[in-house]
């Protein structure tokens, strides 16, 4: 007896097929996709995200100011959703200096994300960061960010190396000279020699104070600072000493200004 | 004719299908090894030597993706070979859940953390939801056999005629 094959298959084998058409477009359509997800990827990656236009200043607030932007181009066809970067700086001690973050963004496909950063260093003289203004060293950089690539691609990166960092007023050393004068008025030569190690140049005016063992005001003055990077400032002045202030076993109290808050520049001890 | 007792004579025709010999079915398995053999061991080793001459970490061996692709390949081989016979849907259901056991232990590897060598950034992928994804695929294939064994159990002959149409 021969069987027409082209009756209708039957009910277990034709769900059978389905589900294998089914499986079959699943199938090709995942390639596709992992496919396309791996050349867009490649496409990401070969664009690499850049920090730009990246200057330091001495900022209004007594600090250091680190500013830019980030660029994040995704000439992929998918998008980056969710993206987030956070960076920290810490000084060769391992004290942390302060964080900038980025995000949370989502970053079409076809464009480019871009953020601006600020990053705002404290160079205080009473803290932990004392010498980032006096000191060269190597900062600690550590970011890590969080990303969705193609809807499915959860990544994280996590990055660390050292930055350089030139110290705007390095081997700062203010000293006093020998006395002289009489008749009640005794004049004293004052000193102040530095390095502008920073990419930055350091303009504005340096105060000084000469203080006492007893922390009296024994008299002061101010040198007019104009030190573009790479150069190194040497300067005297004479200063008059309030009657009958001795500076021996004191201190030279100086304050830099640049427009905005002070900044104390380390002590410096008078034999 | 009967083909419950395993393979038919070469061009066998019955009554209303005509089952491929046992050797044309063996060499056209073995045909189809080639294109299996590069999407299942060549392509992810020659990529996994390129990644391990550069001093990249690994996110699986060369040896375990060998063994399971030699495991799926011979599954598959076999699965073809065995098409007329009633162990095909039993043996689709092995393929495929052989596949799922592949996936699931790829899946045990994400996220994948890789080290840029020589310098201090690492980054990590998941590819969690994706493989879930994927799992689709054998987890279709175990359906579809269950439904040949029970297709087979009841008929073994009615899906022939449309398997292998005179």
Redesign the interface.
């Given at each position: 007896?021969?069987?027409?094959?082209h009756?209708r298959?039957?009910p277990?084998?034709r769900?059978?097929r389905a589900?294998?058409w089914?499986?079959t477009i699943?199938?090709v359509a995942?390639i596709i996709f992992?496919g396309t997800v791996v050349y867009s990827a490649v496409q990401v990656a070969r664009s690499s995200a850049q920090s730009r236009g990246l200057s330091a200043s001495f900022a209004a607030n007594g600090t250091v100011e680190v500013g830019g932007s980030f660029t994040l181009s995704n000439p992929g066809i998918y998008p980056i959703d969710g993206f987030k970067l956070t960076a920290r700086v810490a000084n060769s001690s391992g004290v942390n200096l302060g964080q900038i973050g980025v995000g949370p963004a989502n970053i079409a496909a076809f464009s480019t994300g871009v953020f601006p950063i600020a990053l705002y260093l404290p160079v205080a003289t009473n803290g932990p960061t004392a010498s980032l203004l006096t000191e060269d060293q190597y900062l600690r950089v550590n970011a890590w960010g969080n990303a969705t690539y193609a809807y499915?691609?959860?990544?994280?990166?996590?990055?660390?190396?050292n930055r350089s960092w030139g110290a705007p007023f390095e081997g700062f050393a203010a000293s006093v000279g020998t006395p002289s004068g009489g008749g009640g008025t005794i004049t004293i030569p004052v000193t102040v020699t530095f390095s502008n190690h920073a990419s930055f140049p350091d303009t504005g005016t340096l105060t000084f104070l000469i203080e006492s063992a007893t922390q009296v005001d024994c008299g002061g003055g101010s040198f007019s600072v104009a030190v573009p990077p790479g150069n190194l400032y040497d300067q005297t002045q004479d200063v008059t000493l309030s009657s009958g202030c001795s500076p021996s076993g004191g201190q030279i109290l100086s304050t830099y200004s640049t427009g905005g808050t002070p900044i104390s520049l380390p002590p410096e001890a008078i034999p | 004719m009967s083909v419950s007792a395993g393979y038919v004579a070469p061009q066998s025709e019955t009554?209303?299908?005509r089952i491929p010999s046992l050797g044309y079915r063996i060499l056209v398995a073995a045909l189809r090894l080639i294109p299996t053999f590069f999407l299942l061991i060549a392509l992810p080793v020659a990529a996994l030597s390129f990644a391990s001459a550069r001093g990249i970490a690994l996110p699986i061996s060369t040896y375990a993706v060998t063994v399971w692709g030699i495991a799926l390949m011979s599954l598959g081989a076999a699965r073809y070979i065995l098409k007329p016979t009633r162990a095909f849907g039993p043996v689709s259901i092995a393929a495929s859940a052989v596949a799922l056991v592949y996936l699931v232990y790829a899946l045990s590897l994400s996220?994948y953390r890789l080290t840029v060598p020589g310098g201090?950034?690492?980054?990590?992928?998941?590819?969690a939801?994706?493989l879930e994804?994927?799992m689709?695929?054998p987890a279709?294939?175990i359906?579809?056999g269950i439904?040949?064994t029970?297709?087979d159990a009841?008929?073994r002959t009615?899906?022939l005629?449309?398997d292998f149409?005179?």
């Open positions: 007896m021969v069987v027409p094959t009756r298959p039957p277990i084998y769900l059978a589900l294998r089914i499986s699943v199938l995942l992992a499915l691609f959860p990544l994280s990166i996590e990055l660390s190396e | 009554a209303g299908y996220p201090s950034a690492s980054i990590a992928a998941g590819y939801t994706f994804l994927v689709i695929v279709i294939g359906l579809v439904l040949i029970i297709q009841g008929s009615e899906r005629l449309f149409p005179a």
